[in-house]
């Protein structure tokens, strides 16, 4: 519904714009999550005046998550995200009323009419449908028939900026030249190597660069933290396996696993009936009984033209693909056995297995001793988190926890939110640790679930805040730094020399890397920072080269251009650059207006 109006308009550059109405099949009612949050409404922002209410923030947040769009992990990120969409919709909506932008009664109706949500299998719009549909979504008809206009509104406006633009054949032309230009060049990359003498440093460049710099040698706030985890996996390692369960396994496996397997199949209800082709194949039966090939008999008595000459081969099966009584037989049978008549839907089959697709035993040993400890360990698992859940909830550390679960008490080194390696890099972790029931409460975190296998519980051991570095301890990075810097410097310096040489028509000493008729899209073994350049330079004059240089990172790119050439006329190609040009203007222009009404706007957050 709203969703498939704004899918459209996210073609004229709108995805700065995110909607805040959710689609009709969202899986919750929006009116439970009013009532919800009710009780804590008040205002958190106010734009020219009008309010956006703790609840709508609420509201958009937790459909975001029920949706699947957010992960809950990242609700916190998401409430700042929502706030600035709904400062941003607000703007939108009070410059569209304020521009007298109307829809009509019957524009509106005619919409609803057509959205493919309310319409019936004959493609008609159904009543029953849309009354349904918005309940299910939480809507009356009369609040989805606002909820509509402001979104088609602020669509009318988004296409009035983006239609408002265009380009003129001129520019159209000139776009196509330089989008089918291809150049000529030659490039020589400077490094260190280069120089006469290493870049010295003083003790003053140090000092006078880190108190420049200070704020990026800037230490983020940071904990170190105790914690414990139960793994299902690691309780699994230290459980007894006997012989028979690992067998046992083996055959459930062995039960399912995909085979090959042959068939001879007799049809009936044709010029057969079922009595003459179970007859059919009883023969089968005797012959093999008495031991004649199942192959040879397959090419002798199977209606199955497509597979009688191969033997009846019907080559590897998994469960799913063929009918239920098929199935049941195939995968009852262990190779080289038949099995009895069975009927579907085709006619009468015998089925022989032929191979196993499965390792051996002992091949699987180690996976299924695996999988059988994962299984016998489930409930014990189970039970050691609803303990862990009891006593971290009640305890005032961790230590004791620990000892009364009989688990490991980690502790960490210093970590900011970023968070730190290995378990403590999981999601959701160093969002419960610097929580303020953790952090400012000191409280044990609730239980962190990490996978369907582990369950963790963490408390902050130390806290720290964000500070600035002292000059002794970063001096190796600050050095570094400046070493960078004053080399690039030099380098720079050097290529304006050589360039300036060049120009003067003094030979070169270096050799040159060619680069002939590349385009803006090709070469893609040449740095991108010499390509750009390269394509910015002005066009040689008569045989004399255009000299430039590029900065590559900590090295620099002497830039001879030599020839520039039109290149073929690609119409297609030319055509979607014109509109990828057009769309980025109109995102521009958008955005233009976006930034004028908030710079001119009374915004107050609360």
């Not at 975001?64 to 990242?74: E, L, M, N, T």
């Not at 980690?410 to 390696?421: K, N």
């Not at 050095?479 to 410097?489: G, Y």
């Amino acid at each position: 519904m709203l969703q498939s109006i704004r899918d459209r308009s996210k073609s004229w550059g709108a995805k700065i714009i995110i909607g805040l109405m959710v689609a009709a099949m969202a899986l919750f009612g929006a009116d439970a999550l009013v009532g919800f949050f009710t009780s804590g409404e008040n205002d958190v922002a106010k734009v020219n005046g009008q309010s956006i209410t703790r609840q709508q923030v609420e509201l958009e947040v937790q459909r975001a998550i029920r949706s699947g769009q957010v992960p809950p992990d990242q609700e916190r990120a998401l409430r700042n995200q929502v706030l600035n969409e709904l400062i941003t919709v607000s703007l939108l909506d009070q410059y569209t009323d304020d521009g007298g932008l109307h829809l009509s009664e019957e524009q509106l109706d005619q919409v609803i009419v057509s959205l493919p949500e309310f319409q019936d299998q004959n493609g008609r719009f159904s009543q029953d449908l849309f009354r349904n549909r918005l309940a299910s979504a939480g809507y009356t008809p009369m609040s989805f028939r606002q909820a509509l206009r402001v979104d088609m509104q602020r669509q009318q406006l988004q296409q009035g900026l983006a239609f408002s633009d265009f380009t003129l054949p001129s520019e159209r032309e000139r776009l196509g030249e330089l989008q089918r230009q291809t150049r000529s060049f030659r490039y020589h990359i400077l490094s260190a190597e280069d120089l006469e003498a290493p870049v010295e440093v003083s003790e003053a460049e140090l000092k006078a660069y880190y108190e420049a710099n200070a704020q990026d040698y800037r230490r983020p706030e940071q904990v170190r933290l105790k914690y414990v985890v139960v793994d299902r996996l690691q309780m699994a390692e230290q459980a007894e396996v006997d012989e028979q369960a690992l067998r046992s396994a083996y055959e459930r496996r062995a039960d399912n696993a995909e085979r090959r397997v042959s068939h001879i199949m007799v049809t009936f209800d044709g010029e057969r009936s079922r009595e003459e082709a179970r007859a059919r194949l009883e023969e089968v039966q005797e012959r093999l009984a008495a031991g004649e090939d199942f192959a040879t008999l397959a090419a002798e008595y199977s209606d199955d033209a497509s597979t009688a000459d191969e033997g009846g081969d019907l080559g590897v099966i998994s469960r799913g693909f063929f009918g239920d009584a098929f199935e049941e037989a195939a995968f009852s049978l262990d190779v080289g056995q038949v099995s009895p008549i069975v009927e579907t839907d085709n006619g009468l089959h015998l089925i022989e297995v032929t191979e196993l697709d499965m390792p051996s035993f002992e091949e699987l040993r180690d996976e299924l001793r695996d999988e059988v400890a994962l299984s016998a360990v489930g409930d014990e698992f189970n039970q050691r988190v609803q303990r862990l859940i009891d006593e971290s909830f009640a305890a005032d550390d961790l230590k004791s926890v620990a000892e009364s679960l009989g688990l490991e008490l980690h502790e960490s080194d210093w970590v900011s939110r970023d968070g730190g390696e290995a378990i403590l890099a999981e999601p959701g972790v160093m969002d419960a640790a610097f929580s303020s029931d953790v952090l400012e409460d000191g409280f044990n975190s609730e239980v962190i679930e990490l996978d369907e296998d582990r369950r963790m519980v963490l408390r902050v051991a130390d806290h720290r805040e964000a500070a600035v570095l002292d000059f002794a301890v970063v001096r190796d990075q600050v050095m570094a730094a400046v070493k960078v810097s004053k080399q690039r410097d030099a380098l720079l310096e050097l290529a304006r020399a050589r360039v300036s040489a060049l120009r003067d028509g003094e030979a070169p000493a270096f050799e040159w890397q060619r680069a002939d008729s590349v385009s803006r899209q090709s070469g893609s073994d040449i740095p991108p920072a010499v390509r750009r350049v390269a394509f910015r330079l002005p066009h040689p004059q008569g045989d004399e080269p255009v000299y430039g240089h590029a900065t590559l990172g900590n090295d620099v790119a002497i830039i001879a251009l030599d020839a520039v050439d039109s290149g073929d006329v690609d119409e297609q190609y030319e055509g979607i650059a014109v509109q990828m040009a057009e769309r980025l203007r109109a995102q521009a222009a958008i955005q233009a207006l976006l930034d004028d009404l908030r710079s001119k706007a009374e915004i107050e957050r609360l």
